[in-house]
Nanobody, 123 residues
Framework: QVQLVESGGGLVQAGGSLRLSCAASGRTFSNYAMGWFRQAPGKEREFVAAVSWSGGNKLYADSVKGRFTISRDNAKNTVYLQMNSLKPEDTAVYSC????????????????WGQGTQVTVSS
């Protein structure tokens, strides 16, 4: 089992920045690809970003490319999502996920999920 706990959400003005963290416990963190998804009220959950177990491969949704950066620190069992130039449409609950491959994570079929953290961007 892998337990995931997100933090770092909050309220920020448009154009601002936030850094989300997802701390993992349980099985060996470095064996898992990690990712971030978001879900806005009344909308389906959507992929945001994913990173391979080594950190060498990263994938991003087109809507966040150039603004968001995913990274991981395997020594700290933590994955991060640096969000810059935030827009009101980025408002959502952000959740992290984990599984063996980056494709599984990106596809939304990962086996492990956190509870999520709220990000609200005001205009």
């Amino acid at each position: 089992q892998v337990q995931l706990v997100e933090s770092g959400g909050g309220l920020v003005q448009a154009g601002g920045s936030l850094r989300l963290s997802c701390a993992a416990s349980g099985r060996t963190f470095s064996n898992y690809a990690m990712g971030w998804f978001r879900q806005a009220p009344g909308k389906e959950r959507e992929f945001v970003a994913a990173v391979s177990w080594s950190g060498g491969n990263k994938l991003y949704a087109d809507s966040v490319k150039g603004r968001f950066t995913i990274s991981r620190d395997n020594a700290k069992n933590t994955v991060y999502l640096q969000m810059n130039s935030l827009k009101p449409e980025d408002t959502a609950v952000y959740s992290c996920s984990a599984d063996k491959t980056i494709i599984q994570v990106m596809s939304g079929v990962a086996g492990y999920w956190g509870q999520g953290t709220q990000v609200t961007v005001s205009s």
